[in-house]
Each structure stands twice: as C-alpha cells, then as structure tokens.
C-alpha cells in the first residue's frame, strides 16, 4: 500500500514508484499559496495537488495546500524522493479526473533546482474498460438494428401477401425460356423459368399491368445471373434492377435474390417482390450495406460492429471459463506469457485484441506480442515492466473471420 511515509535509511522511499493519490491536478502557471479552485476542484487546507504546469519547471512537484503558502508534500521534497518514471494518480478535477501522470525527466533530480516534466501515464484500465464496453454497446445497437429490420420486412411481406391473396389465382403451366423476354399482360399469375444464362426478363409498365398484377419468375438450376429489370422510370424493389441466382452475389447486388425464384407484383405504379427466406451472406454481413437479405443467427457475428472472440480466463493457468466465445484454448507458456487459439480462425492477422488484465494491489499492463490468424500471444507486466500473472483477464477480438 503507497503511503506518505519517508524512510531514508536504506535510500529510496515506499512511495518512490507510486504516490498517495492527489485531489487534483494544475492545467497553467499557479499562485503556489492560499485556498484556491484548481480545474474545476475547490481546494481545502490539507488537500494534495498535482503541480505540473509552472513556468518555472524547478517549482512542479506535489504540494500540500494551505491558506498561506504551500508546502512541498513530505514524500516529494527530497532527492530519494523521485524518480523518472515515478507515477502519481490524480483522482478529480474537469480535465485531469481519474488520470495518471509520470515524471518524463531524467534522473538524477533535484527538487526545487531541476525543472520537473510530467507526462500523461500509464494506459489506464478504466480507459479500456470503457472501450471495451463501447464495443459490445455498437455490438448490442448492430443487432437491436437487425432485428428491428428483420420485423419491419417480415410486416411488409405480410402486407403484401395479403395484397396478392386479394386477387383471384388463375391456374397456369410454367413457360421456359432461353433467351431475353419481356413480360407481357397476358402472363398474370403465370411462372416464367428462365433456362439460359447471363439473360433478362423485363418487366411490362408497373401502371398498364395495374395494382396487385403478378407473376412468378424462375431461374433454372445451374443457370447464371438472370436479371429482372424494370421498364424504364420505373423500379424494382427501389432499383433499376435485380438478379436472380443461386449463389451469393455479394456486395455487387446486396438486393439480389439468392433462391434462383421470386414473385413479382405491381402496385400499380412500380414493381416489387415476394421472395423465399434469402439469408444474408457472409461478405453483405461484413460489408453491412445489404437491406434486402435477412440476418440468420448463425451469420449476425459477420458484422464489422459484433466481437469475434470473447473470453475470460484465469491468469495464473490460462483455465477458461464457461460462456468464452470462439476462444477454444489458452496456453499459459510463462508467468505474464499466454497464448490464444481460436475455434474458428480469423482471415488474417489484421484483427483488433482488447484484452483487460486485473491483479490486486498494482497497475498490470497487457499488450498483444503477436497476432496470427489462428492464434494470439498476449504478456502481461507490472509497471516495472517484470513479467507476471494477473488474477483474471478479460479479452474481446474484433475482426473478420475466415469462415
């Protein structure tokens, strides 16, 4: 526990890494005497401050607040009292609350004759904390997102069924081509298979066909990329054009209807479609620019927002615990050292690791040694930069997977 205590005897003190906490921290030149308000912070006699920002350097340092001058704090006003590298907290204040500061210049120093830098200090846990957290808020809103259009096209098809199942159904055989077409009014309630590749069906004018005029258009197996166009002026579920297929079209027509069969109606002055239950595929989730193809469970964590791999696991064994996702061993190799395989890998090592170590009674820094696309390594150190085991660490991956 860092104290105020002093004891020279055996040279550096208690307190030389980390100091007593301050209540607040200076952001200019200050008046070193009398009670004053100091970013933000009313200031009472007793009180220890942060003074980093005197014109002066000789004069930063940690002091103890009173109504007549200042007074340099106990465990800062002597040579074994500091060093490069020594870490004071300030805990309130508008601009400097909960940060971390050191002291940047080099030993050896003298106070009251050495101009004292300070610089903003560790990475903080709290920081990553709340990164951490963001990323799984942006992961929980992607998804409420996906829903929501999940249910809003799950209404407008209902609407639309109904729409069509007002209208009497003729009975009609299915008609084959092989080669471009353009749909006629005489083809209500007929299905139009399509047996050549790389051809087009375009559409009769949305208001000639009339409101609730449909037919159903096909695309045989093994066939290519059937379009189906609107007339000119006029759309197809907001497009110029869509495609037919039976295999993922991507990001070059996010509205395309993966299936090879959709029906088309008119309503009555542009065409749209009722279409079989079109998953969307792993490239339109990790571009998440699609919104005509619905999100299945087993493809929502392709999106850019939702974690890849998620875990915690003990530090002193590497032993994950239950509910870790995609995260199927972690190797502790050394004290502070471990590596993580993932379950399902990722498409290369350009994936982000936000990984938060806890171990009681220090600061524990955790960096990303190596990243492969199967594996990562993680080291963890005190703020010495000695190796060591923390209780628990908690990682989140982002990125994208292979498969």
């Not at 609730?212 to 007339?231: E, K």
Request: hydrophobic share 40%; net charge negative; aromatic share 6%.
């Amino acid at each position: 526990m860092t104290t105020t205590a002093v004891d020279r005897l055996d040279g550096s003190i208690s307190s030389l890494a980390v100091k007593a906490p301050c209540q607040a921290a200076t952001t200019a030149n200050v008046t070193l005497s009398g009670l004053q308000t100091i970013d933000g912070v009313s200031l009472a006699d007793g009180d220890r401050i942060l003074v980093k920002d005197q014109t002066s350097g000789s004069e930063n340092g940690i002091y103890v607040v009173r109504s007549t001058g200042w007074e340099r704090a106990k465990d800062f006003d002597g040579a074994l009292d500091v060093r490069k590298g020594t870490l004071i907290r300030v805990t309130d204040g508008t601009a400097n609350a909960n940060s971390w500061w050191n002291i940047s210049t080099d030993d050896p120093i003298t106070i009251g004759t050495t101009a004292i830098a300070f610089a903003a200090g560790i990475s903080d846990l709290d920081a990553k904390v709340t990164a951490a957290q963001a990323a799984q808020t942006a992961a929980e809103a992607a998804q409420t997102a996906a829903e929501a259009a999940q249910a809003a096209a799950e209404a407008a098809e209902t609407a639309a069924v109904a729409a069509v199942a007002s209208v009497e159904t003729p009975k009609h055989p299915t008609v084959v081509k092989s080669d471009d077409y353009t749909v006629a009014a005489g083809d209500l309630g007929k299905i139009i298979r399509q047996d050549g590749s790389n051809k087009t069906f375009t559409l009769l004018s949305a208001v000639t066909a009339g409101d609730g005029w449909y037919c159903d258009l096909q695309q045989r197996a093994g066939a290519v990329n059937t379009t189906v166009a609107a007339p000119g002026g006029q759309t197809i579920d907001d497009e110029a054009s869509i495609k037919l297929t039976w295999s993922d079209l991507g990001t070059a027509d996010p509205k395309g209807v993966v299936g090879g069969a959709v029906r088309v109606y008119s309503d009555g002055a542009n065409w749209r479609t009722l279409r079989m239950f079109a998953p969307a595929q792993k490239v339109v989730m990790e571009a998440a620019t699609s919104k005509g193809n619905f999100v299945t469970p087993g493809d929502q964590h392709h999106h850019p927002l939702h974690p890849k791999a998620m875990g915690v696991f003990a530090g002193a064994t590497g032993v994950l615990e239950s509910g870790s996702q995609n995260l199927d061993s972690v190797a502790r190799n050394s004290v502070g050292n471990y590596t993580l395989t993932f379950t399902n890998a990722f498409a290369n090592a350009n994936y982000a690791v936000i990984p938060i170590a806890y171990r009681s009674g220090s600061i524990t820094e955790i960096t990303t040694l190596t990243r492969l696309a199967g594996t990562c390594t993680l080291v963890t150190k005190d703020n010495s930069g000695t190796l060591v085991d923390p209780t628990t660490v908690h990682v989140i991956v982002l990125g994208q997977l292979a498969s």
